[in-house]
């Protein structure tokens, strides 16, 4: 199960999606950011109000459900 604190779930943001905290980016998108070839840091460059580690806490949740 998760334990990260900077994925959430709300009904009320975007249908439940998990998504980075205080934010509106699903993981969904991060992990078709990634398989479409793009870096962490060029994800982290787009997205400028994510960290490094909010990316990898959302692969890492992915993995979990998987």
């Known amino acids: 199960m998760n334990k990260s604190q900077n994925i959430?779930?709300?009904i009320n943001i975007l249908g439940?999606?998990?998504?980075?905290?205080a934010?509106?980016?699903s993981v969904?998108?991060?992990?078709e950011w990634?398989?479409?070839g793009a870096s962490i840091e060029e994800i982290t460059?787009?997205?400028?109000?994510?960290?490094?580690?909010d990316v990898t806490e959302a692969?890492?949740?992915a993995t979990e459900y998987l």
């Open 8 to 10: 959430i779930s709300d």
């Open 16 to 21: 439940r999606k998990p998504i980075i905290k």
């Open 23 to 25: 934010t509106r980016i």
């Open 28 to 31: 969904e998108m991060i992990l």
């Open 34 to 36: 990634i398989s479409s």
């Open 45 to 53: 460059k787009t997205y400028t109000h994510i960290s490094k580690d």
């Open 59 to 61: 692969v890492k949740y």
